[in-house]
């Protein structure tokens, strides 16, 4: 295909090759149209719902067979021999040498060669050109590969994702892929950088933001959110409108993000609401900050006898965890791997770990606690696994047996499952020291198991322990390392993570192929019901339907036979006896039966790919987490999950309840239990962090300031400074040029959409970070508008005058005005040369600015004084 002279690579291929067509195809899409009319004969006397006839959404099977047999199948011979077609790979760079790559680029075509880039989407496409053209190197745009060749250009840039470039030697003809140019992990590390999961961005995040939703703002306190609006001050830009009690209105300029949060802490409803001027939102951030330096100095307390107590600090046997490593069966994830890297710190660091992972259900928490277990039983300790479960405990007992089998690690499990004489001699090798890795329940945690040398004990679910269990944990924290695996973090577990009292992770990567569970909430209805059992055992499948009712259950079992007569349907739950319930299990994974109807015993960890449809009767009764963990059961390969949610009907349920469902639905993308936590947090209102007294302050302030208050607070201490939490502005570079700069309406219609855009864009660090974002907004709604690029362009010269101390930058088309917040001679000195050097261009001006002389009448001639003034700066 990337040849001149040919039009398609089939020339290349011998001739024995032939068409294939059998009556195969047919018959599939028979059986197909007959299951869609069925279901539509079902359906169509439903007013309420009215359904399209299957004709007029679908070709006919003889349609669609007849139009396959013009397409032949093509098959190779197996005897064919290798084919030369003289090529050789091109040439890779330092991709931190950017001149290279222009000379070489410029070399080649003088001598013939034609070049063609190909970049992996239009956003790249975008940044490549503009990246060159800064060298006075104009690349062209080609519509394709077979556009190029067809054309004289010498060079030019494509839309073609390929893996590795190519050099045709008799074409003189180059193709070059981005890792040829910008290294080998170019693709890797934009990838990583999209999935990147930030908790404080997750918290802060609008996107969630509705009319009427509580908002905080630094210096003027809680309002509610009234919309986007569009105005022309000093050219045209988008603000975020405010309103205040009283109906006071504030507009925020969208390039001032950084000075507003989402409330959380409790619902909008119970969120206060501010009057704009007036000292009373000074106060409550005044008294907010008193309590919080008590906090931080709690928070170093404990700290500090962490630290004095010190961990038992482990030794890592690099060969033997790498052998460990390759016996995972699957890539690790970005977010995984930095999960990994940062427990293993921990391990070997002197003071005790204590951190939190969160991770979707099935995201691999896992095999981090696999890998943190394994280093520290290498190394003579002994490791407690605790699970809410026997089911779970089994389960990992499974797991762990497997993968620790080539080593000489013994693992056991302590559960109800294993007999009482067995249970001794395991309790016995835990206290002489022969057990290495245990697995149990909450048994683990009475004052009568004694280790021999615990080091590590990993947690899995902490929300499903109770108090007790929770106090008991509480006196291990400081002698041992602690590691809590958990799907959806409860608000307490939250708010000590987020508030560095525990250090935390999280996976948000979804595994190669995993696709998200599509999430539905109706009302009883044996039809949906029906196709839903029908269809996933059609596709080879099974369902769990959760009754959560023990009394019950056996009648919902018969309800569901006789719904679906043709499915083997069985039932489990926690008062059976332990062998009934072992075998129902281990019968349902071996796919001896099609349906299992169950209580909320399959909650944590049961790991079934085959099954991928979950009905959950009376959803409403549900918590969050708990709805979350059930929905985690499904879509655990690469197959589409459905769950349904039953309810009586929504003026059936509570308010609470409803907003669970609403919640849950709308958070059905992958690694959204996070984000489905801070939901809890709203909805329950803040647990307390050290004490009842301190609800009150995050219910104050916002749970995102007092976060950031308390970080503050705790940086402050420990530099052995008094926190000085009465400024809490953020200090931006305010850039004023005068031009259009925003999204357009007519660019991104969702406004919702475009507050994220602007709060990441906000958010952004490093300039990488904003072209990333740029790479992003292009590959999703097309090339920037000129009002776009503008937006772009300020946050980079935002970025870059953070290393000159510049306070702000007013310009139009008659000149402007710098201003200065700096205490730095060197600086000073700087400014006072300029002005010497440059006069005609630059003039003093009093309290540290100065005066950009010029006329410029475009956006661009801003852009590029600005940018001289940079150059002339360093």
């Not at 008799?170 to 070059?176: A, S």
């Not at 499952?417 to 890795?437: A, H, M, N, P, R």
Request: proline residues 3%.
């Amino acid at each position: 295909m990337f040849f001149t002279e040919t039009a398609t690579l089939f020339d290349y291929l011998p001739t024995n090759t032939r068409m294939i067509h059998t009556g195969k195809t047919l018959a599939i899409l028979k059986t197909w149209d007959k299951q869609v009319n069925a279901r539509y004969q079902e359906r169509r006397h439903d007013i309420q719902r009215p359904v399209i006839k299957p004709e007029d959404l679908y070709l006919s099977p003889l349609e669609v067979n007849e139009t396959l047999t013009k397409y032949p199948t093509i098959l190779l011979n197996q005897n064919l021999k290798a084919l030369d077609f003289h090529t050789q790979l091109p040439n890779r760079f330092n991709p931190e040498i950017h001149d290279n790559q222009v000379k070489w680029l410029k070399n080649q075509t003088s001598h013939g060669k034609r070049i063609l880039i190909a970049a992996d989407s239009l956003g790249r496409v975008d940044v490549i050109k503009r990246l060159f053209l800064k060298e006075q190197l104009v690349i062209k745009e080609s519509k394709s590969i077979a556009a190029f060749i067809q054309t004289n250009e010498q060079l030019a840039i494509t839309i073609a994702p390929i893996e590795n470039g190519c050099n045709f030697q008799q074409h003189n003809l180059i193709i070059l892929d981005e890792s040829c140019l910008f290294g080998t992990r170019a693709n890797r590390a934009r990838k990583k950088k999209r999935f990147k999961a930030n908790p404080d961005e997750i918290i802060s995040n609008l996107s969630e933001l509705h009319i009427g939703s509580a908002i905080v703002h630094i210096d003027h306190g809680v309002g509610r959110y009234r919309g986007l609006e569009t105005h022309h001050f000093e050219g045209e830009a988008e603000f975020l409108v405010l309103e205040y009690f009283g109906g006071d209105k504030l507009f925020v300029p969208v390039s001032s993000l950084h000075l507003v949060s989402r409330y959380t802490g409790s619902s909008s409803e119970k969120a206060p609401w501010h009057k704009l001027g007036g000292d009373r939102w000074q106060k409550i951030r005044e008294k907010a900050a008193k309590k919080i330096k008590d906090v931080a100095a709690e928070l170093l307390q404990l700290y500090a006898i962490r630290e004095s107590r010190g961990g038992k600090r482990v030794s890592v046997n690099e060969n033997e965890y790498l052998q460990f490593c390759q016996g995972f069966p699957f890539g690790e994830t970005d977010d995984q791997l930095t999960t990994i890297e940062a427990v293993i710190e921990d391990l070997k660091s002197p003071k005790s770990m204590d951190r939190v992972v969160c991770g979707d259900v099935g995201f691999g928490k896992t095999e981090v606690a696999l890998r943190a277990a394994f280093v520290t039983a290498n190394d003579t300790k002994q490791v407690a696994i605790l699970v809410p479960t026997t089911l779970l405990a089994q389960q990992h007992f499974d797991n762990f047996l497997d993968r620790f089998a080539p080593f000489p690690i013994r693992v056991e499990v302590l559960s109800r499952f294993v007999k009482k004489s067995e249970q001794t001699k395991i309790l016995e090798g835990v206290t002489d020291g022969t057990v290495d890795i245990v697995i149990g329940t909450h048994k683990l945690l009475q004052k009568d198991i004694k280790f021999k040398n615990l080091g590590l004990i990993v947690i899995d679910e902490e929300h499903r322990f109770g108090v007790r269990q929770k106090e008991r944990l509480k006196k291990l924290r400081a002698e041992v390392d602690i590691l809590t695996l958990t799907a959806t973090p409860i608000p307490r577990t939250l708010n000590t993570a987020l508030s560095g009292l525990r250090d935390l992770s999280i996976i948000a990567t979804p595994p190669k192929a995993r696709l998200s569970v599509k999430t539905q909430v109706i009302e009883w209805d044996n039809a949906i019901i029906k196709e839903a059992c029908q269809r996933e055992i059609q596709r080879g499948g099974q369902v769990y339907f959760l009754h959560n009712d023990v009394k019950t259950i056996e009648q919902m079992a018969e309800t569901v036979q006789k719904l679906v007569p043709q499915a083997r349907v069985r039932v489990a739950h926690g008062q059976m006896h332990e062998s009934e319930l072992q075998h129902t299990m281990l019968d349902f994974h071996k796919m001896r039966f099609n349906i299992l109807v169950c209580s909320t015993i399959i909650e944590n960890g049961i790991d079934i790919p085959t099954a991928n449809t979950i009905i959950m009767n009376r959803a409403d009764k549900l918590g969050l987490a708990q709805m979350h963990q059930l929905r985690g059961r499904v879509g655990r390969s690469h197959h589409k999950a459905f769950a349904y949610m039953l309810i009586p009907g929504l003026k059936a349920i509570s308010k609470d309840a409803a907003k669970r469902l609403e919640a849950i639905v709308s958070l059905e993308d992958l690694g959204s239990g996070f984000t489905l936590a801070t939901h809890d947090l709203e909805i329950r209102g803040a647990g307390e962090l050290l004490g009842d007294e301190q609800s009150g302050q995050i219910q104050a302030i916002g749970f995102s300031l007092y976060c950031e208050l308390l970080e503050r607070a705790v940086e402050a201490l420990n530099d052995g400074e008094e926190p000085q939490l009465d400024d809490l502005s953020i200090h931006e570079t305010e850039i004023e040029l005068n031009i259009p700069s925003l999204l357009p309406d007519e660019f991104i219609h969702d406004v919702y959409l475009r507050l994220t855009f602007y709060k990441r864009l906000s958010q952004c660090g490093s300039i990488e970070d904003v072209n990333d974002l740029r790479v992003e907004l292009i590959d999703r709604f097309g090339l920037l508008p000129d009002q776009a690029k503008n937006l772009f362009e300020i946050k980079i010269l935002q970025l870059k005058s953070k290393a000159f101390d510049i306070k702000s930058i007013q310009l139009n088309q008659y000149g402007g005005t710098v201003k200065f917040d700096t205490k730095s001679d060197d600086m000073l000195r700087k400014l006072i040369t300029l002005i010497q050097s440059k006069h005609l261009q630059y003039k003093p001006m009093p309290n540290n600015a100065i005066r950009i002389l010029g006329d410029f009448l475009y956006a661009e001639q801003r852009f590029d004084v600005i940018e001289l003034l940079f150059a002339d700066l360093a």
